[in-house]
């Protein structure tokens, strides 16, 4: 950072509006207007994408209730005809699958996407046109997804898909494959979110606001992030391995070849688990933004609430074998299991109870709104579903009460109503911020109980129900069972929730009028940046944060960002830009320039799902046009994406002059491709895990070391790996040096010697007569291989890239960005095709030795 003064501390606002030039406002408005007409879908601004984002995740909420009222119809008495048990199959498989895939994550992703720039003080997230691809992908994904119910293809194994149910003996038609490659699909989509999300917490939060005076909600939503880095790409193994079985006969799952259907469950409730505080952290983010708002007193415990979220995220990690009591596992492994569900209770009660202690510390209790009540009601709701959580935590208990309605009480008692009640706590909270009206709270209150008793009438009976061992998954029981009032009761409350429900929208028909520069504005008086006067370019300026609650502890805030007196008050070199600065203390470091609207995300995301959805329906001849067109679309909006227009930096108030563009590991950028590492050291991790999980379950079908492959290939395979890792180094070097041919030629070298290692060790495989068809180590082995085998050809796309941005003069010494993230990934493919090779050839030796 290059400054005209000292930069040991955060500068002073500046001090007079008058002092600014006259037209800043208008450029601002100019570079930051909204498209209008047709083009109206290429908008990439978090503000529009986040309330798309939300609207569509609602359209999924409404569709799952609406299947969800379906199935409560026809339990409502015994021995129903109405639904026959295919159909019903069909139901609540699409129902938890939307509720869990297309709404839940979606929902929360969506509310941050639309509220974070705003409550960091930042302009807009770092990479727009990112999120607006993965919205584009996720809505149409999703809409296809659910549309497949019309046409006989919906799934029907469950939301959890367990084979042999769902292998091709049981389930030979397209409806499992379909859900196999649509969720796998829509988790990538989930995934690109999170690293947008994480890179804007920590690199374009305002000047001053430290680590240490985040909002709550960013908190979470960073750990969130995290989570989702680590825990998704395990459903996307489990997803890939299945389809390869489905579609190829790799036997992962056939117990006669070696394999194991455990494998699955192990893999989908590694996902599984973290998935419901993946859910739950968020829902609890928005009730520790709320509650300070409605008490009028900043959060008690703030360190401790931020301390208690890390630990349910790092304990929820270890409880997916919760899910597993009842299929044989050794008893150690479930007492750790049901010690951990015991465990993670305790950093959950201490978020419990900072939010009761925030209400108890009031001066003078406020009237209690809409907001308010739908948190009063999350707390009954989510304390109980803790309640019978530790119920179940207990092995004995658990195993008397799997796959019964108890479950089904329990898991809706935490979902529901550690989610969904503050989900809409945030819809009445927030609806200022992004509409020139708030909503009703007369009409609040009727949808508040209407939902609130519905759900207990509706879910509360189910305890007895499965009690009473009625079986979940089943589409009717017999009338001697007794159960018919109970399930009565529970189909009488669900028509109360969607009572409920309607009203909610009837309101926000009525009274939502979206807008972005004459919102309704600060209505709670609340103290975050967030209700700060905003318009299409987010903030008039960029303040400099000094404590948790600026608009409580920084008089003249408001004025001051309004009237430009802080940083960025202009749009530089007449480009859309925010402030990044540094991860820790929020120092600045550079002006990075944003994309404006355009296409390319959108035709990014149709070829991706055409790429998915047409693999469905082994149209791969069209699914291969789907995805060229998708790389072609990503290539053109990456195309300018670090070509700054001022590289000798620009003014941004307070005699500040900064660069706007960065490389290395100040760039944004690099701390993107440092996020994508976790997610594929997550995938390589899940395919290690399968591969020693069937080794250890199946030892018959392991080849004894004679008969494993001499080292001679494979060591020429990793010869070749270091030699393409020496090339990389040299390409660097050569761009620092100004060799326009060095770097070209290393890269092109450095490809040849990727795909020669991978394709030798293919070679060895097949050779030494190893058929992926054989048995579970044969499909062990060439999953990995495959893996090593799809990264090779994600950095050759990647270099073929950076090669072509050289050869247009896009790639300097100064202008590197994209050759530093292409060399991220290719030395991070270097060490997994090393990995890899061990693996395969060194392991066994060492386990036989």
């Known amino acids: 950072m290059t400054t005209d003064k000292a930069t040991s501390s955060v500068p002073p606002p500046l001090p007079n509006p008058l002092e600014r030039p006259e037209g800043e406002l208008e450029q601002l408005k100019t570079v930051w207007r909204r498209p209008s007409g047709y083009r109206a879908i290429t908008v990439v601004n978090n503000t529009y994408i986040g309330l798309l984002y939300i609207a569509t995740a609602l359209l999924f909420f409404i569709l799952a209730g609406v299947l969800a009222l379906l199935m409560r119809t026809q339990l409502a008495v015994p021995e129903n005809a109405l639904i026959g048990h295919d159909l019903y199959n069909q139901l609540f498989t699409m129902h938890g699958t ?101 890179v804007g917490i920590l690199r374009t939060r305002a000047p001053g606001m430290s680590l240490d005076k985040m909002p709550i909600f960013a908190w979470v939503m960073l750990v969130f992030s995290a989570m989702v880095l680590v825990a998704f790409p395990a459903v996307i193994v489990a997803t890939a391995l299945l389809e390869l079985e489905r579609a190829f006969d790799m036997p992962f799952f056939i117990a006669q ?66 899910h597993m009591y009842a299929t044989g596992i050794p008893p150690m492994s479930l007492s750790f299991a049901s010690a951990a569900s015991m465990a993670v209770t305790i950093p959950t009660a201490i978020q419990v109870f900072a939010w009761i202690a925030t209400i108890a510390a009031a001066v003078r209790l406020r009237p209690v709104k809409t907001p308010m009540l739908f948190i009063l009601g999350f707390f009954f709701i989510f ?137 309704a504005g600060n209505i709670w008086q609340a103290g975050t940046l967030e209700w700060l006067p905003t318009g299409n370019y987010g ?68 070829g991706t799902a055409g790429f998915f959805l047409l693999l469905t329906f082994k149209l791969v001849g069209l699914a291969a046009i789907c995805g060229v067109v998708a790389v072609a679309a990503i290539w053109r909006w990456l195309w300018d994406a670090d070509t700054g227009p001022d590289p000798s930096g620009v003014d941004i108030g307070a005699g500040i002059r900064l660069p706007m563009r960065a490389s290395g590991s100040t760039s ?49 395979s990793a010869g070749l790996l270091v030699g393409a890792s020496i090339l990389g180094v040299c390409a660097v070097r050569g761009l620092k040096h100004g060799k326009k041919m060095a770097v070209n030629g290393c890269l092109l070298s450095g490809i040849v010697l990727m795909i020669a290692a991978s394709g030798l060790d293919l070679y060895t495989h097949w050779q030494h007569g190893l058929r992926p068809q054989a048995s579970a180590y044969s499909a062990a082995v060439f999953a990995l291989s495959g893996l090593q085998t799809v990264f090779v050809i994600l950095t050759v796309v990647m270099s073929l890239f950076t090669i072509a941005r050289h050869l247009a003069g896009r790639l300097s010494a100064r202008q590197r960005a994209c050759l530093d993230t292409t060399m991220v990934m290719w030395q991070y493919t270097v060490v997994q095709g090393l990995l890899t090779l061990g693996v395969i050839h060194v392991f066994p030796r060492l386990a036989a030795g």
């Open 668 to 716: 944004h950028a690099w701390w993107a491709m440092m996020l994508l590492l976790i997610v594929c050291v997550s995938i390589f991790g899940a395919v290690v895990f399968a591969y020693l999980f069937l080794w250890l379950t199946s030892p018959e079908t392991w080849p004894a070391t004679t008969a494993i492959a001499a080292p001679t290939l494979p060591s020429l």
């Open 98 to 198: 939307v509720m869990m895939f297309l709404f839940a994550v979606p929902a929360v992703e969506a509310v941050a996407v639309l509220l974070l720039p705003n409550m960091l003080g930042a302009r807009d997230l770092p990479f727009p046109r990112l999120s607006a691809y993965a919205y584009w992908a996720y809505a149409v994904g999703g809409v296809v997804f659910f549309c497949s119910l019309f046409f006989g293809l919906a799934p029907e194994g469950g939301w959890f898909m367990y084979p042999p149910l769902t292998s091709t003996q049981y389930s030979p038609a397209l409806n499992a494959d379909l859900w196999l490659l649509g969720i796998g699909f829509i988790e990538i989509s989930a995934i690109a979110g999170a690293i947008e999300l994480a």
């Open 383 to 519: 304390v109980l579903g803790g309640l019978t959580g530790v119920m179940v935590a207990a092995i004995p208990f658990d195993l008397q009460t799997h796959d019964t309605y108890f479950i089904v009480a329990h898991l809706h008692y935490v979902l529901f109503g550690g989610m969904v009640f503050p989900l809409f706590a945030a819809f009445y909270y927030w609806m200022p911020f992004v509409s020139t009206r708030a909503l009703s709270e007369r009409s609040g209150r009727w949808a508040f109980w209407l939902m609130f008793s519905g759900f207990n009438l509706a879910f509360f009976p189910m305890h007895f129900t499965g009690l009473a061992g009625m079986p979940r998954r089943v589409y009717t029981y017999a009338e001697s069972q007794g159960l018919g009032t109970l399930n009565m009761m529970s189909t009488v409350g669900a028509y109360l929730i969607a009572a409920g429900v309607l009203i909610f929208l009837w309101d926000l028909a009525r009274n939502f009028r979206p807008s972005s520069e004459k919102n």
């Open 257 to 322: 070849r070696g394999g194991d259907p455990l494998l699955w469950q192990h893999l989908f409730w590694f996902f599984g688990h973290p998935e419901v505080y993946i859910i739950f952290l968020p829902a609890a983010g928005m009730v520790s933004m709320i509650i300070p708002a409605m008490t009028g007193v900043p959060l008690v415990g703030y360190r401790w609430v931020v301390m208690a979220v890390i630990g349910v995220a790092f304990l929820s990690f270890g409880l997916w074998v919760h």
């Open 539 to 606: 903030l008039r300026s960029i303040p400099i944060v000094t404590a948790r609650e600026p608009l409580w502890d920084q008089p003249g805030i408001v004025d001051d960002v309004d009237a430009g007196r802080y940083f960025l008050p202009n749009a530089p070199a007449g480009v859309r830009s925010t402030l990044v600065t540094s991860a820790l203390d929020a120092r600045p470091e550079y002006v990075l320039p944003l994309p404006g609207p355009g296409w390319s995300p959108f035709v990014a995301a149709l």
